[in-house]
């Protein structure tokens, strides 16, 4: 998974909870993205950062924070957990702007 | 809006036979494509990519053709094996230096013994 790990890889909690997913790369890329992936939707940018403190929204951030303070982690935060934020996150990273995104073993979130 | 799909969702193959799975975009503005495999259970793995300056990428087994005229994408496997088993998805990116990848909802290869 070029050097790519997520945590927790499995995660149960309850509506209204704060969860906060973490991804964390040994490759020192530049960029870094958060995914969510449902059927039938394939996989939807959350967030992105392009850089230490850089962050941008995708086309679903709404209910969702993130944080990079390192350039190897990059934190997604759910302040408040409803249940239609079950799903599947991936992280992935890349290089270069332009570049092939690589992508982490996932973190299955199911919100009661 | 701007989208990237998939002709068929369940493609069944016999073992040993070549696979073509096929994607269409819609924005021609998009000028790096990708394909990646995930099996179940793990993320998104890279197969190969192409860019559009290009319109045939060979790797390992497999083929990547890229007809801009139809804004079609098409992955090829030779002799595809049990192990190919796995839903595909191709992917774009916009050109002037984006970096958003757009993801169609994939095909699922099964491979028959």
């Known amino acids: 998974d070029a050097g790519i790990t997520q945590s927790p890889r499995h995660k149960v909690t309850e509506t209204g909870t704060p969860v906060t997913l973490r991804c964390h790369q040994t490759?020192?890329?530049?960029?870094m993205y958060w995914y969510r992936q449902d059927p039938g939707h394939g996989l939807r940018l959350i967030h992105y950062s392009y850089g230490v403190k850089d962050t941008d929204k995708g086309e679903v951030s709404d209910g969702y924070s993130v944080s990079r303070s390192k350039t190897e982690d990059f934190l997604l935060t759910l302040e408040s957990a409803t249940s239609s934020q079950t799903s599947v996150y991936f992280c992935a990273i890349t290089g270069g702007k332009a570049d092939t995104q690589y992508f982490g073993p996932g973190t299955r979130l199911t919100v009661l | 809006g701007e989208s990237v799909g998939l002709h068929l969702p369940t493609l069944s193959v016999q073992e040993g036979d070549n696979s073509i799975i096929n994607c269409a975009y819609s924005n021609s503005a998009s000028d790096y494509f990708i394909w990646y495999k995930q099996e179940s259970g793990k993320g998104p793995q890279f197969i190969i990519d192409i860019r559009s300056n290009m319109d045939k990428r060979q790797g390992q087994r497999v083929t990547v053709l890229l007809n801009k005229t139809v804004k079609h994408l098409s992955l090829q496997i030779a002799a595809t094996q049990p192990g190919d088993s796995a839903v595909y998805f191709c992917a774009e990116i916009l050109g002037g230096g984006g970096n958003k990848l757009t993801f169609g909802t994939g095909t699922q290869l099964k491979v028959e013994l």
């Open positions: 490759e020192n890329h530049r960029y």
